[in-house]
T-cell receptor, first 115, second 111 residues
């Protein structure tokens, strides 16, 4: 099993450009998450999907949209990138989002720079 | 909402020495507590978690953490570290159906 995969691994954008970060998991998990990681701030939740067909805002959703394409895939879209969105983005999944004690499994991350 | 404070941002330590990473949480209700580890250029991995029962929880690679309800703490310890323990460590607390992460503690193990 590959676990959680993310593409691309690196991306440089200019201010105002758009892009979609892709995430897929092969563990048959119900819940998926998008986080951003910034120095000194830990991980902050952007959006999550407790189950296929549902999405909810996390702590820092402004400037982002998500799509739960199917049970395996959860994409994050930046419609008009801003320098403040320069960060490392992690996707994660867990077996059952209603059980917060479930382990979350993380992908390798996408390093995004917005110039 | 629950929150987590990791009291040390950087912890340098010599190989085979003990290490303690401090974590305090704010909560007035039952919580679940986690430690995740991030090795260089990788995603996070679960190290250990406290859900209920024994207040001392252990990982397979020698780390342990103790849940202290009266002090609202969940400190992580290892009696003897290896070079391979160099990583960033995140404490997290359950928050409704989500996790709230601390800012992280970078552990650098030197020979």
């Amino acid at each position: 099993n590959a676990g959680v995969t993310q593409t691309p691994k690196f991306q440089v954008l200019k201010t105002g450009q758009s892009m979609t970060l892709q995430c897929a998991q092969d563990m048959n998990h119900n819940s998926m998450y998008w986080y951003r990681q910034d120095p000194g701030m830990g991980l902050r939740l952007i959006y999550y999907s407790a189950s296929e067909g549902t999405t909810d805002k996390g702590e820092v959703p402004n400037g982002y949209n998500v799509s739960r394409l199917n049970k395996r895939e959860f994409s994050l879209r930046l419609e008009s990138a801003a320098p403040s969105q320069t960060s490392v983005y992690f996707c994660a999944s867990s077996a059952q989002g209603g059980n917060i004690w479930d382990t979350q499994y993380f992908g390798p991350g996408t390093r995004l720079t917005v110039l | 909402a629950q929150s987590v404070t990791q009291l040390d941002s950087q912890v340098p330590v010599f190989e085979e020495a003990p290490v303690e990473l401090r974590c305090n949480y704010s909560s007035s209700v039952s919580v679940y507590l986690f430690w995740y580890v991030q090795y260089p250029n990788q995603g996070l991995q679960l190290l250990l978690k406290y859900l209920s029962g024994s207040t001392l929880v252990k990982s397979i690679n020698g780390f342990e953490a103790e849940f202290n309800k009266s002090q609202t703490s969940f400190h992580l310890r290892k009696p003897s570290v290896h070079i391979s323990d160099t990583a960033e460590y995140f404490c997290a607390v359950s928050n409704d159906y989500k996790l709230s992460f601390g800012a992280g503690t970078t552990v650098t193990v030197r020979a």
